[in-house]
């Protein structure tokens, strides 16, 4: 069973640029979340979609968007890039929301550089 | 709103001590609560969890409880071995709706022979 994987695992962009992160979450699983992870941070929640909409969303500019496909998958893109958003980048899935806590399920991660 | 407190590390032990990492929240309802481990370069594993008062979570060793009269969730294990060494997340999550996970900064945990 495919636990949730993230693409790519490293990337490096300069200041000004875009970039599009993905997401496949764990089979069976539906609803995706997005976290960011400064260095020496705990992690911090971006937004998470379920049946391809926002369904809620955190303290984050509107610079960072995401989308989620038919297939559950989603991906996080991040427009004007700052020195600030390098960080470890988690999605993370789980079962539709049911009233209680869902456990979620985190992928390893891509690590955002911004020079 | 809601938060997550957690000791400072790094707590530095050696192999077979006990382990205490302290944690502390702060919800406007009723949370589940939850312990996450990060090995070195890799993404959150799930350690534990508990979904309401007085409740015991455990795995691998490791437990916690939740607390409601002291709004605490401590994470204990007996015994540790060096490859324990990781850096450990509380957090939490309300039972409501749409969930989002609220983190603590972590607590590094570095294990010696």
């Known amino acids: 069973d495919a636990g949730v994987t993230q693409s790519p695992t490293h990337l490096i962009k300069t200041r000004g640029q875009q970039v599009t992160l993905r997401c496949s979450p764990k089979?069976?699983?539906?609803?995706v979340s997005w976290y960011q992870q400064a260095l020496g941070q705990g992690p911090q929640f971006i937004f998470q979609y379920y049946e391809e909409e926002e369904r809620q969303r955190g303290n984050f500019p509107d610079r960072f968007s995401g989308h989620q496909f038919p297939n559950y998958s989603s991906e996080l893109n991040v427009n004007a890039l700052l020195l600030g958003d390098s960080a470890l980048y988690l999605c993370a899935s789980s079962l539709v929301p049911s009233g209680r806590a869902e456990t979620q399920y985190f992928g390893p991660g891509t690590r955002l550089l911004v020079l | 709103g809601d938060s997550v407190t957690q000791m400072e590390g790094p707590v530095t032990l050696s192999e077979e001590a006990f382990l205490t990492i302290n944690c502390t929240y702060t919800a406007t309802g009723y949370p589940s609560l939850f312990w996450y481990v990060q090995y070195p370069g890799e993404g959150l594993q799930l350690l534990l969890k508990a979904t309401k008062a007085d409740d015991k979570g455990s795995n691998k060793g490791f437990e916690a409880t939740y607390r409601k009269e002291t709004t605490s969730f401590h994470l204990e294990k007996g015994s540790v071995q060096v490859s324990d060494s990781a850096v450990y997340f509380c957090?939490?999550?309300?039972?409501?709706?749409?969930?989002?996970?609220?983190f603590g900064t972590g607590t590094r945990l570095l294990v010696s022979p």
């Open positions: 957090a939490l999550s309300l039972n409501t709706g749409f969930q989002k996970l609220v």
């Open positions: 089979s069976g699983h539906d609803t």
